[in-house]
T-cell receptor
Framework: KNEVEQSPQNLTAQEGEFITINCSYS?????LHWLQQHPGGGIVSLFM???GKKKHGRLIATINIQEKHSSLHITASHPRDSAVYIC?????????????FGKGTKLSVKP | NAGVTQTPKFQVLKTGQSMTLQCAQD?????MYWYRQDPGMGLRLIYY???????DKGEVPNGYNVSRLNKREFSLRLESAAPSQTSVYFC???????????FGQGTRLTVV
């Protein structure tokens, strides 16, 4: 069973700051997912990556397969980035379906 | 393109009442999932269905039943609601061969 740990649990930043959220997992994977959950509750997929780096606008996701670690970065943060960010790794075996989820990082960006 | 549609969005039940949460996807996905999300915990799998006609228990199945009515629809039933089932419920689906999941908007359920 894959274990997924995220840090920090909560993060408060000032508008414009560079944000980093970390995710580590215990079992080698084929792809890691970053998801965003807005205060309204809906969950959307941000990235699915298996190596290197992906960028979408001000969001950058990186993964180091050897170290079993991924980071989500937000450049020039904005209050609209306030959300819960969740990483998820494939589940190998067990009864968790296809993904194991971290507990999430609650980001609050102040103007 | 609607994606994954869940109903209802909010529900309040009394202890012992029953209800069914509905989920439908229009992406022709084989796999569908029901999760619950509680404060301080990650999403936990209740039940999943790898294909039409099959269902399997997840991490926290007690107190729930599911039906994979057809390829599009996957419902979750609470036969006798308990306060411990107060949670936010998410339905999700994924295509065969990928772990990328698409989520519904969630159902906030309160059992009093």
């Amino acid at each position: 069973k894959n274990e997924v740990e995220q840090s920090p649990q909560n993060l408060t930043a000032q508008e414009g700051e560079f944000i980093t959220i970390n995710c580590s997992y215990s079992v080698g994977i084929s792809a890691l997912h970053w998801l965003q959950q807005h205060p309204g509750g809906g969950i959307v997929s941000l990235f699915m990556l298996s190596s290197g780096k992906k960028k979408h606008g001000r969001l950058i996701a990186t993964i180091n397969i050897q170290e079993k670690h991924s980071s989500l970065h937000i450049t020039a943060s904005h209050p609209r980035d306030s959300a819960v960010y969740i990483c998820a790794a494939p589940n190998y075996g067990g009864s968790q379906g296809n993904l194991i989820f971290g507990k999430g990082t609650k980001l609050s960006v102040k103007p | 393109n609607a994606g994954v549609t869940q109903t209802p969005k909010f529900q309040v039940l009394k202890t012992g009442q029953s209800m069914t949460l509905q989920c439908a996807q229009d992406m022709n996905h084989n796999s569908m999932y029901w999760y619950r999300q509680d404060p301080g915990m990650g999403l936990r799998l209740i039940y999943y269905s790898a294909s039409e006609g099959t269902t399997d228990k997840g991490e926290v199945p007690n107190g729930y039943n599911v039906s994979r009515l057809n390829k599009r629809e996957f419902s979750l039933r609470l036969e006798s609601a308990a306060p411990s089932q107060t949670s936010v419920y998410f339905c999700a689906s994924s295509a065969e061969g990928t772990t990328e999941a698409f989520f519904g908007q969630g159902t906030r359920l309160t059992v009093v």
